[in-house]
């Protein structure tokens, strides 16, 4: 807050902020170089700000709703074990980290599969096709 709000907006009523306003301090925090995700982090903080003094009853609405935000992107590739990978790991582990690698790589596996497909890494090569897991939770 102290380094990228207070001095944007410090002296400012906060009746006067306006979603022109925060559009603005995005674009330059954009055009200044910082990440989309550090952009998306003082926008929420900001959010949260003008959330409470809403519910406060200090602004009728949160003039930082419908503020467009630089797309984040991932910057670290997302990667996973092949079925073979996990097997040969797991095999020469000793019982009980065998025990919460397994669970881990199971855990990761189901939520793969829990948001729709969303996290499935369809560019990660296998060394066998993929198999319908609702079916196979079924069995």
Known sequence: ??????????D???SNITRQEI?????HL???GYAPKTVDHIHDVLSAILRTAMKWGH????????????????????WALT???AAALLADLPVLPRTMVGLAILSGVLRQYSDGGANHHADVPDDRPNEDVSASRQR
């Open 1 to 10: 807050m102290n380094k990228h709000l207070l001095p944007r907006f410090g």
């Open 12 to 14: 400012w009523q906060l």
């Open 23 to 27: 559009q603005a301090y995005v674009a």
């Open 30 to 32: 954009t055009q200044t």
């Open 59 to 78: 602004i009728k609405e949160n003039p930082a709703r419908g503020v467009d935000l630089p797309a984040l992107r991932c910057i670290r590739p997302k």
């Open 83 to 85: 079925t073979s990978q």
